[in-house]
């Protein structure tokens, strides 16, 4: 996984790239660190660059839905493609996380 930060007027971004799984688990969790100290009003995750992710992925992002809401911030999935898109559908990830297609 790779990715792509960028923050503007309380807004911060972050298009992820490649395949989010259990190998990317620290990293991932030093950049919902990053997010965090930032304190922004909403954090955008763009997936269209996100080619898979499995389970453990999905479960990075409830966790950085749970950190970032404790901050006041909201979270929200934007783009998700191909398989990304399905498990999302699959998981019902929808009744947690604004996902904007």
Sequence with gaps: ???????????????????????????FRELLATIIEKRPQRVVFDLSELT????VG???????????AAVGAKLCLARPQG????????TEAAKTFEIIT
């Design 83 to 90: 398989k990304v898109a399905r498990l999302l559908e699959l």
């Design 58 to 68: 999905l479960g990075l992002l409830y966790i950085a839905q749970e950190d970032i």
């Design 1 to 27: 996984m790779s990715y792509r930060f960028s923050e503007q007027s309380g807004v911060v971004t972050v298009v992820f790239s490649g395949v989010m799984n259990f190998t990317v688990n620290v990293e």
């Design 52 to 55: 898979m992710i499995d389970s």
